[in-house]
């Protein structure tokens, strides 16, 4: 993992958003695998299910961030809502202010914008 505190240099310059913050916490996220690595931490403008949505939500901060939970209870209900999302795993651990900024939601509902090279390598079942 890297030192650097720097976001992605494809990121506009509206991101992270301003109210964006260093965090130090216990989240939950959806992966596909236990332990996680680098894949399961992508950020959605990435992901190659995003391209047809881009034009749409380019202008909003979440579409550059990694979705996370700040409770079991939001992810579980997240996961049941939304039929792609039954097979993942339900993981959790530390994100820290080693790991980029973020903003907790009323929802429960966290968007992180992780550093550049930067992702949590404790997350557990």
């Known amino acids: 993992m890297t030192t650097a505190k720097n976001f992605p240099s494809d990121y506009p310059s509206h991101i992270p958003p301003k109210e964006a ?9 959806l992966v596909s695998k236990i332990p996680p690595d680098a894949n399961d931490f992508i950020a959605t403008y ?3 299910s995003a391209k047809n949505r881009r034009a749409r939500l380019a202008h909003k901060p ?5 979705s996370f939970f700040s ?3 939001a992810i579980l ?4 809502e939304i039929p792609a999302f039954k097979d993942q795993i339900i993981a959790y651990g530390h994100i820290g202010p080693e790991h980029g900024k973020g903003i907790i ?3 429960q509902h966290v968007d992180m ?10 997350f557990m079942k």
């Not at 209900?77 to 049941?80: F, H, I, N, Y």
Request: glycine share 10%; hydrophobic share 30%; no cysteine.
């Open 113 to 122: 914008w992780l550093y550049e090279g930067v992702y949590p390598t404790r």
């Open 105 to 107: 939601g009323n929802n």
């Open 77 to 80: 209900r997240k996961q049941k």
């Open 21 to 29: 913050i260093e965090l130090n916490i216990e989240l939950f996220r």
């Open 46 to 48: 990435r992901l190659p």
């Open 62 to 66: 979440g579409f550059y961030g990694v």
């Open 71 to 73: 409770t079991y209870d």
